[in-house]
């Protein structure tokens, strides 16, 4: 069965797309810690980041930096994180998330909560800063 994000990338399911390309697709975290947050995968699916191929892994995270550095050009945040978990879907994915604090990255704290309006205009932005 397809994972969530397989259907994402096929566009049977809507999301809030930031970026993508041939091979990788970024689009914004519905259940967000921080405005701008983004999750990066790659179009085919793995389930776990250090399976896929030498040069898809390398290529993943020159996109994850290519979209990092429009995030961080248009949200106010000191930082842009950096996390890999893979628990929760079984697509390898990294999470981009502003960070001003330790605290930002705590995924046991309450989600935001945005409007669809909200999330356009983010992913917008960071299109736009791409």
């Known amino acids: 069965m397809p994972s969530i994000f397989s259907k994402i990338v096929r566009n049977e399911i809507p999301s809030y797309k930031v970026y993508e390309n041939e091979n990788f697709l970024a689009f914004l975290d519905i ?7 983004t999750l990066v995968i790659p ?3 793995v389930d776990y980041i250090f399976d896929l191929k030498s040069k898809e892994y390398q290529e993943l ?12 050009r248009v949200i106010k ?10 628990l929760e879907v079984p697509h390898a ?17 309450p989600k935001l ?3 669809s309006d909200q ?3 983010i992913a917008s932005l ?3 800063a791409i």
């Open 61 to 72: 995270w020159n996109f994850a930096k290519l979209v990092a550095n429009g995030m961080k």
């Open 43 to 45: 179009k085919i699916e």
């Open 126 to 128: 960071i299109n736009s």
């Open 93 to 109: 994915h990294i999470h981009l998330i502003p960070l001003d604090s330790m605290q930002d990255i705590d995924f046991s704290q």
């Open 77 to 86: 945040c000191e930082r842009i994180s950096i996390v890999v978990m893979g």
């Open 113 to 115: 909560n945005l409007s």
């Open 31 to 37: 259940n967000p810690l921080k405005k701008g947050h």
């Open 119 to 121: 999330m356009n205009k």
